[in-house]
């Protein structure tokens, strides 16, 4: 006696194949944050900035903040109210960049992508080198 016939062997099969790989395959969360930003040696700068998110999008105003640390450590938002659009944050040699609004994290080590502006303004503030693909240039008015 036969306790599968073929068709439904095949089909417990790939069931049972797709149940492993669901619970094989580890998904990884991004961290929520790589640091806490209070306490002594913070400076704080705000203003109004707009971005455009992508080529051909129109551009969003919106409220930045940014608060270094003088060990280097960086946070960055980009608000629109009521809601952060952009969040980024750096470490020596950390970086973390989210976009709440799509529930989108990406994290990593050492040298930032460059698809990522936001992750250079920091240095481009600070004077630092900047990959070759970026411009960074400060207006006689202080801009």
Not at 77 to 104: E, G, N, Y
Request: hydrophobic content about 40%.
């Amino acid at each position: 006696m036969q306790l599968f016939d073929g068709h439904l062997s095949r089909a417990w099969l790939a069931s049972t194949v797709l149940t492993l790989l669901i619970f094989a395959v580890s998904c990884r969360t991004a961290p929520k944050s790589l640091f806490t930003a209070s306490g002594l040696g913070w400076r704080v700068q705000e203003c109004q900035a707009l971005w455009r998110p992508g080529r051909g999008m129109p551009e969003v105003a919106g409220d930045l903040v940014m608060a270094s640390h003088e060990d280097s450590r960086c946070l960055i938002q980009f608000s629109k109210t009521p809601m952060t659009l952009m969040s980024v944050q750096t470490t020596s040699p950390d970086w973390l960049i989210q976009f709440p609004p799509r529930r989108m994290n990406f994290t990593g080590h050492r040298q930032p992508p460059v698809r990522f502006a936001w992750l250079y303004l920091h240095a481009a503030l600070a004077g630092k080198q900047l990959p070759s693909s970026f411009r960074f240039e400060r207006q006689p008015d202080g801009g």
